[in-house]
């Protein structure tokens, strides 16, 4: 693909649910597997649960094979992109020919395509549901084709307004924070922190059930029965947390005992 066709046309009109456009994908479509090449793909929380579940894969040995770690611009948080094949295109390593292996358990972008989603800056109070925008490609010809459907319509049958949904409480961290001044950095410890409870999670379990964290902290018991036996119930209580240590708001509460101890250190 040459760079002038690999460079995507971003079109300066924010759409709402409402809006239409017409857009078919197919193996009929000349381009088909042309948008899986030379792409950056981040993927959500929710994105890497139901890959590594996919391939059955534990989340850390995920990560280390089919992932890069970087910094997201502005924010000073790390995120993980799809690790791309060293080929040519500079594939996905999920495409073929004839489509994508993990196509039931794609990633949200792959999802949105060819939509893109994007969130204002951070408001208390504000309206978050973000708005939407065209990534229109020229070697995409799935434009052409006949079909109709409004935003609200693809979001529904692509399976997105699920996946928002879940990943929605790690989204406003990471728009919030982006709405920071540039000089409010994290330390590195919560770096940590926030990549394991959004990335690892496998790795968070057992640092919530094998470390001093109940020691630290008050969690009721169907709190505790949901995030043993439920991978979402537990993303969520981890972003609950992650809320707690990066703004100090939310529900979390240390266990009176480790506080004082905290205050007398």
Not at 113 to 138: C, H, I, Q
Request: glycine share 4%; with cysteine.
């Amino acid at each position: 693909m040459s760079d002038s066709e690999n460079k995507a046309g971003i079109e300066p009109m924010q759409l709402g649910l409402d809006n239409r456009f017409k857009f078919r994908c197919h193996k009929g479509v000349d381009c088909f597997t042309k948008c899986c090449r030379g792409i950056n793909i981040v993927l959500t929380p929710y994105d890497i649960i139901r890959l590594k579940n996919r391939l059955q894969l534990p989340s850390e040995e995920f990560i280390a094979l089919y992932t890069d770690v970087q910094l997201l611009e502005k924010t000073d948080l790390p995120v993980v992109t799809l690790k791309l094949l060293d080929d040519e295109q500079q594939s996905c390593p999920f495409v073929r020919d004839d489509g994508c292996i993990i196509y039931e358990d794609r990633p949200t972008t792959c999802r949105y395509y060819p939509l893109g989603t994007a969130s204002l800056s951070y408001k208390e109070g504000a309206d978050k549901s973000g708005f939407y925008f065209f990534v229109n490609e020229p070697h995409c010809l799935g434009f052409e084709e006949d079909q109709v459907w409004s935003v609200r319509d693809w979001r529904e049958d692509q399976g997105v307004d699920t996946r928002d949904d879940v990943n929605a409480e790690w989204t406003d961290l990471v728009v919030r924070k982006r709405s920071f001044p540039p000089n409010m950095k994290l330390t590195e410890q919560t770096k940590k922190m926030f990549f394991l409870a959004s990335y690892n999670i496998d790795k968070f379990k057992k640092f919530v059930f094998e470390s001093s964290f109940l020691s630290l902290y008050d969690v009721d018991s169907e709190t505790l029965n949901a995030i043993q036996k439920d991978e979402i119930a537990l993303l969520k209580f981890g972003m609950k947390w992650l809320k707690w240590l990066l703004f100090k708001e939310g529900a979390f509460k240390l266990n009176a005992e480790a506080a004082q101890r905290r205050q007398s250190r």
